[in-house]
């Protein structure tokens, strides 16, 4: 394949910050719900969601029909202009995301991937741009906490240089 | 055990409808996104989120510490008046749940109780009474959508005649 060659890293809170949240149960975030019967993880990810245009947060399942190989050429990035896109696996796997920092021009050299642990989530913050959803098995299964409602939400740009994301 | 008996009947988004809403992959709510990659059921829950008292949607994750044995006595409800709260699994497994109609009182003849097939999970509309959340294996994970922000947003109230909640 041509084109730059993007490496997928361990996914951390710290160096996804720029993007966004990655929801998932770190121990300095446990406090006790329900007389002790649960450990609650709260405030995971911020939801913010334009509320022109009947905006609303919903939620969705998103199920991968197919597998997605790497390495795996990237030609496209999107954001959503008017709100921010959870998605958390609904089972234990792991999965690949490609992100740049919000603003006008995005271009391959801009762009950072990261893979989960698989077990955890990830929320683009709005505006970010990244690499429509890629599953790494078929069957994989999402929630997806995003915008309902009116308005433009989605936003298409093409790489001038495709890139190449691989795995370490 | 002593009380009224309760048994929880399988799930269906029609059964539960009084009370909010079944979060689960139903065929006739598929469509495709990303070219085809995937399938997305869309808006399967009504997030509702009071937004007076800086309310606004967060996403949690509760983790069991303990398994809860059925039959279980119920001597308790409770409410959310500011907002819709929603427990999704993240991992295959059943649960079960409790809950009366919206409204100033409830007793134990109020309650409804249903079991989930491993695959769903539930959005409780604001004011829905229920019991609060039980597991039925230590570690079992549930992703939490529900209202972050000021204002009362829990009220409890005890049974005067306690319930024994059971399996069919």
């Known amino acids: 394949m041509n084109g730059r060659k993007l490496v997928a890293v361990p996914i951390t809170p710290e160096r996804?910050?720029?993007?966004?949240?990655?929801?998932?149960?770190?121990?300095e975030r446990r406090q006790a719900m329900n007389a002790a019967r649960f450990e609650r993880f709260d405030h995971?990810?911020?939801?913010?969601i334009e509320a022109a245009d009947d905006g609303r947060p919903t939620l969705s399942i998103a199920r991968a029909r197919i597998?997605?190989?790497?390495?795996?050429r990237v030609d496209m990035v999107e954001r959503h202009p008017l709100g921010s896109q959870a998605?958390?696996?609904l089972a234990a796997f792991r999965f690949v995301?490609?992100?740049?920092?919000?603003?006008?021009?995005?271009?391959?050299?801009?762009?950072?991937?990261?893979v989960t642990n698989g077990h955890q989530g990830v929320n683009y913050n709005r505006g970010t741009w990244h690499m429509p959803l890629i599953a790494l098995e078929a069957?994989?299964?999402f929630l997806v906490v995003d915008r309902?409602?009116?308005?433009?939400n989605c936003e298409e740009h093409v790489l001038a240089e495709p890139l190449t994301l691989c795995l370490e």
Chains 1, 2 share one sequence.
């Open 16 to 27: 996804f910050a720029p993007f966004g949240q990655v929801i998932g149960t770190l121990p």
């Open 139 to 141: 069957g994989n299964e």
């Open 87 to 89: 998605f958390i696996p």
């Open 97 to 114: 995301v490609v992100v740049g920092r919000p603003g006008e021009s995005v271009e391959a050299g801009d762009l950072q991937a990261f």
């Open 148 to 152: 309902a409602g009116g308005g433009n």
């Open 67 to 72: 597998a997605t190989a790497l390495p795996y």
């Open 44 to 48: 995971l990810a911020s939801i913010d």
